[in-house]
């Protein structure tokens, strides 16, 4: 009885091995870049050379802003992930596309979440770049324009303000699948 059940348990572990290792869609980072573009840790020419040879890549960028309540000096940091859906090599760097996506906001609170701006189902498109570079577009939700109207600020000024929201420089993590 007691070798019986050694041997199914065995059996049980092997499969069990067996479909991890055939299910290991694992992404490694192999070139992380900071805001200015210049190299934290990887190398770019093997990045381009994953992207020219039609290899899946993810992209993670990071964005850091203060904390909106007047009384706080704390520097929020929020991290995204996104599959790079259309990539470009332009003179020895990456840019990827990414999908449009519901918008989303950060909810500063305790605890902290994330809330979907609208129900408009492409309401934010993003290029990313190894220089650090992001250019996004996001549907101007009505809700936002009437609170920043409330705010003080003019229709001019709203407008500065979400243009200049339009390109941004971020620290960049890109990742390719492990080969098995």
Request: hydrophobic share 40%.
């Amino acid at each position: 009885m007691k070798t019986t059940f050694a041997l199914l348990r065995l059996i049980m572990l092997l499969i069990i091995q067996t479909a991890l290792s055939q299910n290991n869609n694992n992404y490694s980072i192999i070139y992380e870049a900071n805001s200015k573009g210049e190299v934290i840790n990887g190398n770019l020419d093997l990045l381009v050379q994953y992207v020219q040879n039609g290899n899946p890549v993810r992209v993670g960028w990071v964005l850091k802003f203060k904390n909106p309540n007047p009384n706080s000096d704390e520097i929020i940091e929020m991290q995204h992930w996104a599959d790079a859906g259309f990539i470009t090599t332009l003179k020895g760097h990456v840019f990827a596309q990414i999908s449009s996506i519901y918008q989303q906001g950060p909810a500063i609170s305790s605890p902290p979440g994330v809330f979907l701006v609208n129900d408009q189902p492409n309401g934010w498109v993003a290029i990313l770049g190894t220089t650090g570079v992001m250019k996004q577009k996001y549907t101007r939700d009505p809700a936002l324009l009437d609170l920043l109207k409330k705010s003080g600020l003019t229709d001019e000024e709203i407008n500065t303000r979400l243009q200049e929201q339009e390109t941004m420089n971020v620290h960049t993590k890109w990742a390719v699948l492990n080969k098995n």
